[in-house]
């Protein structure tokens, strides 16, 4: 963490980085041209998921530090407005044609450019981003607090290996697990993630799953079954195979044999995101939604960029840098 916070607030990284991005964004520009970078946006919302502070703080906080670069700074009106388009943007789509192209529900879906060169471990998991911004002792105490605003729920395909987080699904709350599995794994893959194993629990094994990840593409899908299971194929040869597995061993036993351990470690990289992130999204418009949670995994990413740099190696004996 102190590694990580010292690459981010060191602005005589940085401001080089600002200006290069920034004669580029008026290069051959018609009109007025553009005072501040999507670079130097992007670093500030950083700064307010690091730090939990608002706009206006953030604007405020920031400003005088860039001053001393030379830098104009944005009003927190102008951080908002600028932050909306780049989650946006880097969503690669907005919220309604996400709605249109991923099916109801869907904010966005997103797949990060952390790409290397061997083939990965990766697990599906889903969590909730709490959109209420709720204070426990106000709850506590006085038995009141913000009014509740529900859940985002947050669907990854992550690095089993490195905790890193390799595409992602915004939500609202209605939106199942089983269809995003077949949705980040395709989309990953698209952009060139490798992987070969698969780790989900039991509210991925739909047959569609099984069908999707080993018939179709040749991946091995470890997950679990519910109790009253039959080893029947269901049109993968693999699920049979596994479901046959789940119903000769106990439970404990099948663990070990599966593999199944390590899909535990998907909820880890979610206990991390949290832990150093927050789970909350402050934000009541859906654009500023997404772009407050793009800025949280993306700050997740770099943070375990910086840890695989200083470790590099895992528990697992995986060499990440």
Request: glycine letters at 10%; proline letters at 2%.
């Amino acid at each position: 963490m102190v590694e990580f916070g010292k690459t981010m607030m060191s602005l005589g990284r940085w401001v080089p980085i600002f200006r290069k991005d920034l004669a580029e964004m008026n290069r051959g520009k018609v009109g007025r041209p553009y005072d501040f970078s999507n670079s130097l946006i992007f670093w500030m919302m950083q700064i307010m998921v690091m730090t939990g502070l608002s706009f206006r703080l953030t604007a405020g906080m920031t400003g005088p530090l860039l001053g001393l670069f030379g830098l104009a700074s944005p009003s927190y009106s102008r951080l908002q407005e600028r932050a909306s388009a780049i989650g946006e943007s880097i969503a690669g789509i907005t919220a309604s044609a996400s709605e249109s192209s991923y099916g109801k529900g869907v904010l966005a879906l997103v797949v990060c450019d952390n790409l290397i060169g061997r083939s990965r471990r990766v697990g599906v998991d889903s969590t909730g981003l709490n959109l209420s911004d709720t204070t426990m002792w106000r709850q506590t105490k006085w038995k009141t607090g913000p009014k509740k605003r529900g859940w985002l729920k947050l669907h990854a395909l992550s690095d089993v290996d490195s905790g890193e987080i390799l595409a992602y699904a915004v939500t609202d709350d209605s939106v199942g697990d089983a269809p995003l599995l077949r949705l980040l794994v395709q989309k990953a893959s698209e952009a060139g993630h490798r992987f070969g194993i698969v780790y989900a629990d039991g509210a991925y094994a739909s047959d569609e799953n099984w069908i999707y990840l080993c018939r179709d593409n040749d991946y091995r899908f470890i997950t679990s079954f519910k109790s009253n299971t039959a080893p029947t194929n269901n049109g993968s040869a693999a699920r049979g195979e596994a479901a046959r597995l789940w119903c000769s061993l106990p439970y404990r036993e099948w663990v070990k044999v599966s593999g199944y351990g390590t899909r535990w470690k998907v909820e880890c990289v979610f206990s991390d995101l949290k832990r150093i992130f927050g789970e909350t999204v402050t934000a009541r418009k859906k654009e500023n939604m997404i772009a407050q949670t793009v800025t949280k995994i993306d700050s997740f990413n770099r943070y375990k960029a910086t840890r695989a740099g200083i470790m590099k190696i895992t528990g697992n004996q995986v060499v990440l840098a």
